[in-house]
Structure formats: structure tokens, C-alpha cells
């Protein structure tokens, strides 16, 4: 089984690293970083969905997915979507029913983050 980690608006992967660490499931784990799902895509939730939806549907095993805000209501829309693929959820501060206006912000938050270089 896979653990999946996803952070919310404003923070990094490695926010997970301390978490992530005290558990006896860390071999299993990984946190992804949401700008890099969006490389060269554009910067709105549908896009976003979609680059995890391809991330998630790249395990061959069930998933649990722990999510932190906007992570948050990522993992709750796979497991809506994939229910035989989701073995467990751990949702922070998730919010089941998105405002408009705060999906706006977010939209004009993630066109302000920077691009990743390598």
C-alpha cells in the first residue's frame, strides 16, 4: 500500500518530512508537490486535479491519501471519484464544498508561485 501526501496553498512537500518520519509506514510513503503537477500547465483546479488523478492512477496497489487544505480537498475528490483505489483518507481542514471566491485567489496565488528551475 502507498501513502500519498499532498500539502496545501503555501506550503512545500517537505512540510510532510517530519510527519512522514515518525511513521511506521515511511518506506511507503512520499509527499508530491503540487507546482510540480502543474508544470507547464496552467494554474487552475481542473488542471491540478487532473496531473494528480495521472499521479494516483500510476499505482499499481490501493492508496491512502493524506491531504492539508487544498491537498485536502484533492484526496476527498479521488476518493469520490476512485472509491475501489482509496483505501483511506486523512483530511486537514478540507473543505467539502469550495468558494467561488477563494478559488479565485488561489487561482491568482498560483499564477504567482514561482516556476521551479533545475
Avoid at 512522514?20 to 509527499?31: A, G, L, M, N, R
Avoid at 467561488?100 to 498560483?110: A, D, E, S, W
Amino acid at each position: 500500500m502507498k501513502y500519498l501526501y499532498l500539502h496545501g496553498l503555501g506550503q512545500k512537500p517537505d512540510s510532510w518530512n517530519r510527519v512522514i518520519k515518525e511513521t511506521k509506514v515511511s518506506k511507503s510513503s512520499c509527499s508530491l508537490s503540487l507546482s510540480e503537477l502543474l508544470e507547464r500547465k496552467s494554474a487552475t483546479y481542473k488542471e491540478l486535479y487532473s496531473a494528480f488523478s495521472s499521479e494516483c492512477d500510476k499505482e499499481n496497489e490501493e492508496i491512502v491519501l493524506c491531504g492539508l487544505s487544498l491537498g485536502a480537498v484533492l484526496a476527498l475528490n479521488y476518493a469520490i471519484d476512485h472509491p475501489d483505489k482509496v483505501k483511506a483518507l486523512v483530511l486537514i481542514a478540507a473543505q467539502y464544498k469550495m468558494p467561488r471566491k477563494l478559488l479565485k485567489v488561489q487561482n491568482i496565488l498560483f499564477h504567482l508561485m514561482p516556476i521551479r528551475i533545475q
